[in-house]
């Protein structure tokens, strides 16, 4: 009799780590507000049996706390410990990674792990004390989507035109990268005069 193979288990993906604040997200009054709206409407009952749709009480709570509580608005800086959170809120910690995954899971929040370099104190090979720089994790850094900025494409910082193409050498040509050294020596009223003849003013073309 044969017996299947367990399932592995799915891997989580890694979160990104940073140094310093993470990635900072500024937000107005107004773009708060559409978020907070955003997860009210997640909170409504999708299936029987149900008290709360995607968002429950907590991750509402959680959510709150974060963007009027923590979240600088004018810099975009929020990173406050679980605990913090958890006081905040007045749950356990436990609850508030929960409510933090269903408000990631919503794609109301996204987070990055803060990291530091930190000076540690450990025993080397000969049990002498040295001192060694090590990275540790912190907090996370909290960022919120917006309602309003979904779909939108940031802004590429490449140029727009592949490389070598005819436009990318026509503005070279205009930024005066390839300009062959006659057109500097050209006499600007010989260069007028022929113009004009050519698109018919001042008589025909000779």
Known sequence: MFTQAPTAAKPCPRRE????????????????????????????????????????????????????????????????????????VKCARSTVALALKALEAAGLVSWVNR???????????????????????TSNAYTFNDPATEGRSPKSSKSENPTGTKN??????????????????????????RLGRLIGVGGAPS
């Not at 080397?124 to 720089?133: E, W, Y």
Request: hydrophobic residues 45%; charged residues 30%.
């Open 115 to 137: 990291i530091v370099r930190r000076q540690v104190l450990e025993e080397d090979a000969s049990g002498k004390a040295v001192l060694r720089i090590r990275v540790m994790r």
């Open 168 to 193: 990318q050498e026509s503005s070279s040509l205009l930024r005066g990268a390839y300009a062959p050294a006659k057109i500097e020596n050209l006499d600007l009223a010989a260069a007028l005069e």
């Open 17 to 88: 780590k940073l140094f310093g604040d993470g990635r900072p997200s500024p937000l107005d009054r107004n773009a708060k507000l559409r978020i907070t709206e955003r997860a009210r409407l997640l909170m409504r009952r999708t299936q029987a049996g149900k008290a709360y749709g995607v968002v429950t009480a907590k991750a509402f709570d959680v959510l709150k706390a974060l963007m009027w509580g923590f979240h600088n608005g004018r810099s975009g800086v929020c990173f406050p410990s679980l605990e913090t959170i958890a006081k905040r």
